[in-house]
Structure formats: structure tokens, C-alpha cells
């Protein structure tokens, strides 16, 4: 990589809210000098941009490829929560996240996994106990935060392990993130009040306002399912000191487009001041997590990115600890091959494993929403063969939702779901937030068990199966079933052929296997499926499948 001594522009210095040109002098990849010079400069420098919640996991790639695509964006650090391969493989792979991740410059900043198993009503691959999170804080100086704090019921009743967990956190002067989507009232400031900082969950505007008159810092998300930057979008100017900017998830053909320099622009076009916009895109996270991520002051670290317009905001350059890490478009970062842990013991099903005879009239239907992880709970009367088993409904949209346990070897729980669209066919992933075990929505049984199989058979990935056209796809994530070590670019390219198919067979959602992959997430309501039986979020109790 390139390494910067001395740069010349228009500094943005967003910690004292003003532009002036200057000369950077740079050594050891720390600002030593900023000299102010009498020169009308073209081009602007800026301090670089910070993900405030993303799991890397998400985007399919390593650390270190996650990286190369997204620096080519201006992103120069994240908050990372390696809470997905944390569910798959236990402390070995946050450690596996860690050390992929030293092989790179980007700066992340990770967390110790809060939750996992996320909770009691679903099969993990792992634990991780107050013991580990004690381990991970005292032994890796980038565990620097205890990850969401998705147990808010363990919060307000104070669960023994969850209040060590928070103990623990708060002994190593750690922050500590939330996760309470629809959290409010009194049971919101019993859960703030335990020291929980931030949270990344809110919907709409009013629970956003409510959570930080009670002191918490909001996270504005905008990612490849959840979309609430439309809502959420105003604190960028009534709350600016606190509130960030988060992807939380991102797949690999969306990071390839863009990142937080998206919402930094969409935010800028909504008329918010540039000053205000990069404190919450910029300013913000490092404050809060403490992270060693310059800020274009004497004596930081030469973190920063080049542009020559500050309202297109095109990313020239990105440097990181004065190294030339992207210019013009394209990643100077090398590629670095990575292992494949994984743990994956699920046998090969059958079509009948996934036959469900309807023991009511009418069944209980999960209704996914586009840009939401929220689900609604509906009815519909049942549709039945001759011998009384429930059958999808294309006329109405009902398809057939299964979990397969990936960990061992059990019956699928199937249940139904509306609004992915399918006509024929089915998709699957391995990627089911949060315990991971296998996920897949479909027509009919067969397309249902093929794409489960071409799952279990490449050890984890996404599928699309389609009989009818003679369609059987997979895209391996031989990593936790989560991740490929491939080039990212290219894997961006294979995942837009998967997701392709899927919109032949008939889907019209945005991310279909992104959606898909947050129907297992127990803790955001209403209605979801783990691989032990239909869930509602609401109450944290199963629901049956029929009702008479």
C-alpha cells in the first residue's frame, strides 16, 4: 500500500464545525502537523466513515474481504458484533473473527456476544457464559463493548447470567449495546437504566424519542432488510450527539454499491447540515466506543478520505493510518485466504419430512414486510389434500416455512408464511439469525427438501430449487455455514445470479434471502419459527400451527 506523508485540501474538521485549507503532515501514520495555507483548494478532506453496528457475517465474507469492498466506500472502521459465528461455533469463532480481521487494515471494533444462544426456545451450535465474556474482555484488546443485549426480558426480570454478563461489562468499563425493538414505557427505563447505551431496533420515530429522553443513544439502521432510515431520519438534526449510522446487515451485492457514505448522502439531499450528518456518520461511534480511529486532529491517526464535492460526495481516496487503502472506485487492499470452521451435522431429509397434517381450520401465518424484521400474525383458513395435510396457497400467498436443525439430526418444524410471492419453487439458507440452523420457504415439499439438501450437502450456503425448470442452486458458505472465503467481489456476482433466480421463481422482495434469514429471530415480534416450533415474540411463548 501507498503510505501518505503530506496531503494538501479543505479540511472538514467536524469536532470544531468548520472547513479551512490546509497541509497534513503525516509520519508513522499519525497526523504530526495540520498548517493552514492561503490556497483555494478542488478537493476536500474528510474524516473517514464508521458502521456503528454491522455483523460482518452478513455480507457472507471474511473480515478481511468485508474490508476490501468497504473501503473502497470511505468506511475506514465498524462496531462489529460477531454474534452470528458466536451461535455456530462459540468463543473459537469470535476468535476466528479476530484473527481474520488483524490481517487487515480496517479498524473493527468488536463485541463480546451477549446472547447466545440467543434464547431457550431454539438449538444453537454453542454457548457463550459469563466465563467466556470475563475471557474475551480480559484477553483481546479489540473486544471492546458487550454486544446487543437481546434478552430484555432477562434485563427486567434480572436473569442471573444476563445481570453478570452486564456486571462484567460494566467492571471492564465496557459500553454496552441494546436490542429492544418496541420496548417502551417503564419497562424501557428499567432496561436503559442497567447501563445499556444504545439500540439499533427502532421503527419508528416516536420509540426512537422516547429511548433517548430516557438517556440512550440511538443507531439509525439502513441495511439489506431492515430499512428505517425513512423514519428515523430527523434525529439527524434534532439529536445529533446522539445519533449514529448502521448497516447492521449488509449482503455482499449491496457493500459492492455502497455503505455508510449512502445514508451520509441521502441524509445530506433531506437538507441535513454536512456538520451534523458527519458527526453522527463519523464523530459519534469512535466517541462513544473509544475507538483508535483518527478524527483529522494533531496527533490522531491519519484515518480520512478525499473527495471534490461535498454534496455528490464521490470517495476519491480512503487512507487508513496514512496508508492509500481504495482510490477512484477500487480496493488497494490485498486479498487474504482464510479456513473453513464450521459445524454442520444434519442428515439428508425427505419430501414427507416436510408434511404437516392441519389440525384446525385455520392457520396461523407469518406475515414478513419488506424493510422490516418485525412480522405480522395473520389467519387463513387451511387448504388441505384428501388425506388432511396442509397445503401452500399460491392464490393467497401462503407458502410453506421450515427450520431444519443444522446441530443434530431432528425433525424440520414447518409452519407457513405470507408475502415472499413464490409460484413455484423454493429458496433455503443456512443463515437463520440468530442460532443458524437451516431455514427454507417454498411451493411444494419437493423443491422445499431439494433446496435443504443442496444445504446440507455443501455444508452450509444459499439455495434456490425449482424441479420445474430443473433449477438446483447453491451458493457454499463453507464458513459456519455463514461466510466464504472467496473474493468478495466475486462472491457479490454469484450472490446477484442467486438472488436472480429467485425473483424467476416469483419473489418480489428486495433481499428474499436476507428477509428469509430473520424469520427464525425469535426475539423481534411478532410471529417467527426456530427449529423447535412457532414462536410469538410478543409473548415469548410457542403458538400452535392451526387453531380449530
Known amino acids: 500500500m501507498e503510505v501518505l506523508n503530506h496531503i494538501e485540501g479543505n479540511v472538514v474538521d467536524v469536532l470544531n464545525r468548520r472547513i479551512y485549507p490546509a497541509a497534513l503532515q503525516i509520519e508513522n501514520g499519525v497526523i504530526t502537523r495540520i498548517t493552514p495555507q492561503n490556497i483555494a483548494y478542488n478537493r476536500y478532506i474528510l474524516p473517514g466513515f464508521v458502521d456503528a453496528h454491522v455483523h460482518i457475517e452478513s455480507s457472507m465474507l471474511t473480515p478481511s474481504e468485508f474490508a476490501r469492498l468497504a473501503v473502497v466506500h470511505g468506511t475506514v472502521a465498524t462496531v462489529s458484533d460477531p454474534h452470528e459465528i458466536g451461535n455456530v461455533l462459540g468463543v473459537a469463532g469470535v476468535e476466528f473473527m479476530l484473527q481474520n480481521a ?162 451520509v448522502r441521502r441524509a445530506l439531499a433531506k437538507g441535513h447540515e454536512l456538520m451534523n450528518v458527519l458527526q453522527c456518520a463519523c464523530i459519534n461511534p469512535v466517541l462513544h466506543y473509544g475507538m483508535q480511529v483518527g478524527l483529522l486532529q494533531p496527533g490522531h491517526a491519519a484515518d480520512f478520505i478525499v473527495t471534490d464535492d461535498l454534496t455528490a460526495l464521490p470517495i476519491l481516496e480512503t487512507y487508513i493510518n496514512g496508508n492509500l487503502v481504495a482510490e477512484n472506485g477500487k480496493t488497494r487492499l490485498d486479498y487474504v485466504a482464510a479456513p473453513t470452521p464450521n459445524k454442520f451435522m444434519a442428515h439428508p431429509k425427505k419430501p414427507r419430512d416436510f408434511t404437516i397434517a392441519a389440525t384446525g381450520k385455520t392457520v396461523n401465518v407469518i406475515e414478513a414486510l419488506e424493510g422490516q424484521l418485525i412480522t405480522n400474525a395473520l389467519q387463513f383458513d387451511a387448504l388441505t389434500d384428501a388425506q388432511g395435510n396442509a397445503l401452500t396457497n399460491t392464490n393467497t400467498d401462503v407458502l410453506k416455512l421450515t427450520v431444519v436443525n443444522r446441530y443434530q439430526n431432528a425433525p424440520p418444524a414447518v409452519a407457513f408464511i405470507k408475502n415472499f410471492g413464490l409460484k413455484r419453487g423454493a429458496l433455503a439458507s443456512s443463515v437463520g439469525h440468530d442460532s443458524h440452523n437451516l431455514i427454507a420457504v417454498g411451493v411444494s415439499d419437493h423443491d422445499i427438501c431439494q433446496a435443504i439438501n443442496l444445504l446440507i450437502e455443501a455444508r452450509g450456503g444459499l439455495s434456490v430449487s425449482d424441479a420445474q425448470n430443473g433449477i438446483a442452486h447453491v451458493l457454499p458458505l463453507p464458513i459456519a455455514g455463514l461466510m466464504t472465503p472467496e473474493n468478495g467481489y466475486k462472491v457479490a456476482q454469484q450472490y446477484t445470479q442467486t438472488d436472480k433466480l429467485v425473483k424467476q421463481l416469483g419473489c418480489q422482495l428486495y433481499a428474499p434471502y436476507m428477509t428469509l434469514s430473520f424469520m427464525a429471530l425469535l426475539v423481534i415480534p411478532a410471529l417467527k419459527l426456530s427449529d423447535l416450533g412457532l414462536f410469538n415474540g410478543n409473548t415469548f411463548t410457542f403458538s400452535p400451527v392451526f387453531d380449530n
Open 102 to 263: 488483524a490481517q487487515t487494515p480496517l479498524k473493527i471494533c468488536f463485541g463480546a456476544p451477549s446472547c447466545v444462544p440467543a434464547t431457550a426456545f431454539e438449538t444453537a451450535g454453542a454457548a457463550i457464559t459469563p466465563s467466556d465474556i470475563e475471557y474475551l474482555f480480559s484477553r483481546y484488546a479489540q473486544i471492546q463493548y458487550l454486544s446487543e443485549m437481546m434478552n430484555f426480558p432477562g434485563v427486567l426480570f434480572e436473569d442471573a447470567a444476563v445481570m453478570q454478563k452486564l456486571a462484567i461489562a460494566q467492571k471492564y468499563g465496557k459500553p454496552i449495546d441494546g436490542h429492544a425493538p418496541g420496548l417502551r414505557g417503564k419497562d424501557a427505563q428499567r432496561y436503559i437504566a442497567a447501563g445499556i447505551t444504545t439500540d439499533h431496533e427502532c421503527f419508528t420515530l416516536e420509540e426512537a424519542l422516547e429511548k433517548l429522553q430516557y438517556g440512550m443513544k440511538i443507531l439509525i439502521r439502513e441495511g439489506s432488510a431492515a430499512k428505517n432510515f425513512e423514519a428515523l431520519h430527523p434525529l439527524i438534526t434534532s439529536h445529533t450527539g446522539q445519533t449514529m449510522l448502521c448497516s447492521d446487515d449488509k449482503h455482499p451485492n449491496d457493500l459492492v454499491h455502497g455503505h455508510i457514505d449512502q445514508l
